[in-house]
């Protein structure tokens, strides 16, 4: 007698597995002098740490990957080590690249095989709610190719014809309309397979991974960001960082 309860292969779902990239190569001139910026303290911890944190945070994720500065693949591995981190998540540090396109690249270089989503996040971005990464790696799951969360402006934006002296007048040459703007975050979310066939595919060096996709004529699709994932790029930034921090404390009570 055969065993009708039992289901054929194919009605077996097939469990997707996530890693992130996170390029932490960079020496963040913007901050000024000292440490890379993925390594400046905020509230005596790393960025770096908190960018990991933040990833790792989600039950999704199985796999961080910090691409380090070149030199300093030891000194990442240390921080990792001396932090707690998830249990549940492995982490893998490498090496990175002179740009940030080639360290992306090798950190997917490094990913086992048996992983099918990719995201990849800014270490600047250490204070990404679990929700904002749940929600790319849902959409990815849900069939987008290309996945990126984000906001809209605040701020009229204006396109201008670039000074050629710093500090000089530049004139305006368009008002794009507000509505069809978005200031677009981190973590990105990837078919791996697209996000591989965008780095051996775009030449250009660009300034997120989410263009090398549109490039290849693909769609990209935009999901919520959030507030709290800016960019720590200038000082006010880790003042702003810190207060975030502040309140959550307050908030979680520890």
């Known amino acids: 007698m055969s065993d ?20 932490a190569a960079g ?44 030199d300093g693949t030891a000194e990442v ?8 981190l998830p249990e549940r998540t492995d982490f893998l540090v490498v090496p990175g690249g002179e740009t940030r396109q080639e360290s992306v690249k ?18 600047a971005r250490p204070l990404v709610p679990v929700d904002t990464v749940d929600g790319v790696i849902e959409a990815v799951r849900d069939g987008a190719s290309a996945v990126v969360p984000a906001l809209p ?18 004139p305006v040459v368009a008002t794009p309309r507000r509505a069809r703007l978005r200031a677009v975050q981190t973590p990105q979310g990837f078919d791996r397979a697209t996000l591989i066939r965008a780095h051996e595919t775009v030449t250009d060096d660009v300034t997120d ?25 200038r000082p006010l930034d880790l003042v702003l960082a810190e207060a975030v921090l502040a309140r959550r404390r307050l908030n979680d009570g520890f």
Do not use: C, W
């Open 153 to 170: 402006l605040a701020d009229t934006v204006k396109e201008v014809e670039p000074a050629t002296v710093t500090g000089e007048p530049e």
């Open 77 to 84: 591995k240390s921080l990792l080590d001396a932090h707690a």
């Open 209 to 233: 991974d989410a263009s090398m996709v549109e490039q290849l004529g693909l769609t990209v699709v935009v999901v919520p960001g959030h507030e709290e994932a800016f960019k720590v790029t």
């Open 106 to 123: 090798l950190g997917l270089d490094a990913l086992p095989p048996d992983y099918d989503i990719v995201l990849v996040h800014d270490a």
């Open 4 to 23: 009708v309860s039992r289901p054929s292969p194919a009605a077996v779902p097939v469990e997707t597995r996530t890693a992130v990239v996170i390029p």
């Open 27 to 70: 020496k963040g001139v913007r901050l000024g002098p000292g440490a890379p910026k993925a390594l400046r303290a905020l509230n005596g911890t790393p960025m770096l740490i908190h960018a990991v944190r933040a990833m790792a945070a989600s039950r999704a994720v199985s796999l961080v990957v910090v691409v380090a500065p070149p």
